[in-house]
Nanobody, 121 residues
Framework: QVQLVESGGGLVQPGGSLRLSCAASGSILMIYTSGWYRQAPGKQRELVAVITIGGSTNYADSVKGRFTISRDNAKNWVYLQMNSLKPEDTAVYYC???????????????WGQGTQVTVSS
């Protein structure tokens, strides 16, 4: 089993910054992709950013140039640096890891518990 623990959410004014962190622990053999998703009230969960084991990244158009995803492969952490935040960035943010674990023949997706980000003046 794999456990993901998120931190870093909160209330910030428009134009401000936040950094989200997510740590994975458990019987991890390899983490392939890591990513961040978000879900606003009344909306479907959407991809925010993803990073591969090789460091390739992909971002939603709405956050390009403002958000940066990074990962620490040695420590099994993924981060999301969010700058120039807008009210429309308000949502619950979830981390996601695609993980190969001991005794399981294929990689499985795991999710964090979610952390609230509120952008408001």
């Amino acid at each position: 089993q794999v456990q993901l623990v998120e931190s870093g959410g909160g209330l910030v004014q428009p134009g401000g910054s936040l950094r989200l962190s997510c740590a994975a622990s458990g019987s991890i053999l390899m983490i392939y992709t890591s990513g961040w998703y978000r879900q606003a009230p009344g909306k479907q969960r959407e991809l925010v950013a993803v990073i591969t084991i090789g460091g390739s990244t992909n971002y939603a158009d709405s956050v390009k140039g403002r958000f940066t995803i990074s990962r620490d492969n040695a420590k099994n952490w993924v981060y999301l640096q969010m700058n120039s935040l807008k009210p429309e960035d308000t949502a619950v943010y979830y981390c996601n890891f695609n993980v190969r674990t001991a005794g399981v023949p294929r990689a499985v997706d795991y999710w964090g518990q979610g952390t609230q980000v509120t952008v408001s003046s």
